[in-house]
T-cell receptor, first 110, second 111 residues
């Protein structure tokens, strides 16, 4: 079983739409969770960390459900510039190993 | 701003050549990582290091070795390059428990 699983998509949504991505993880001892964004032919960039209480950064909201072992990313009022691949990442309980999902592709359409 | 740099953006090598990929970070991070990324397979961990001179195998270490002589520098070595090592190679660094920061990647082609 994979450490982290994501729906690969693709998600094609119109500008202004709200879109949500989910990701499940297998190790209940995992301590840290992140969402990364990767543009075509570029490196992944840290979008936001995910905290137990949930956290928001502008149009982006991340949530963690430890009981069900999943994390989510919600993007409100989608912009064309949000088009990218979004990677779910889970860190080990030691904090020095990271497990990546294969990514979810998002295209925002005018 | 965290900066992770990689020695080359693009590299073309011949089968059997020895290849060195170098990564430098300027944030005093203790952890450094080498991944390769291939279409449909996502990011796969080759090796990581949590301290100077320390290294741990990742998921796909075969055909690779690493060196970490200084905290800021982590090198990936392909002892004898093969065509199936054609890939995008990404270096990352982090503090434990904090997210990773990636370099721009090296697109390696082995012919």
């Amino acid at each position: 079983r994979k450490e982290v699983e994501q729906d690969p998509g693709p998600f094609n949504v119109p500008e202004g739409a709200t879109v949500a991505f989910n990701c499940t993880y297998s190790n209940s001892a995992s301590q840290s969770f992140f969402w990364y964004r990767q543009d075509c032919r570029k490196e992944p960039k840290l979008l936001m960390s995910v905290y137990s209480s949930g956290n928001e950064d502008g149009r982006f909201t991340a949530q963690l459900n430890r009981a069900s072992q999943y994390i989510s990313l919600l993007i409100r009022d989608s912009k064309l510039s949000d088009s990218a691949t979004y990677l779910c990442v889970v860190a080990s309980n030691t904090g020095n190993q990271f497990y990546f999902g294969t990514g979810t592709s998002l295209t925002v359409i005018p | 701003d965290v900066k992770v740099t990689q020695s080359s953006r693009y590299l073309v090598k011949r089968t059997g050549e020895k290849v060195f990929l170098e990564c430098v970070q300027d944030m005093d991070h203790e952890n450094m990582f080498w991944y390769r990324q291939d279409p449909g397979l996502g990011l796969r961990l080759i090796y990581f290091s949590y301290d100077v001179k320390m290294k741990e195998k990742g998921d796909i270490p075969e055909g690779y070795s690493v060196s970490r002589e200084k905290k800021e520098r982590f090198s990936l070595i392909l002892e004898s390059a093969s065509t199936n090592q054609t890939s995008m190679y990404l270096c990352a660094s982090s503090f434990s428990g904090i997210g990773q920061y990636f370099g721009p990647g090296t697109r390696l082609t082995v012919t």
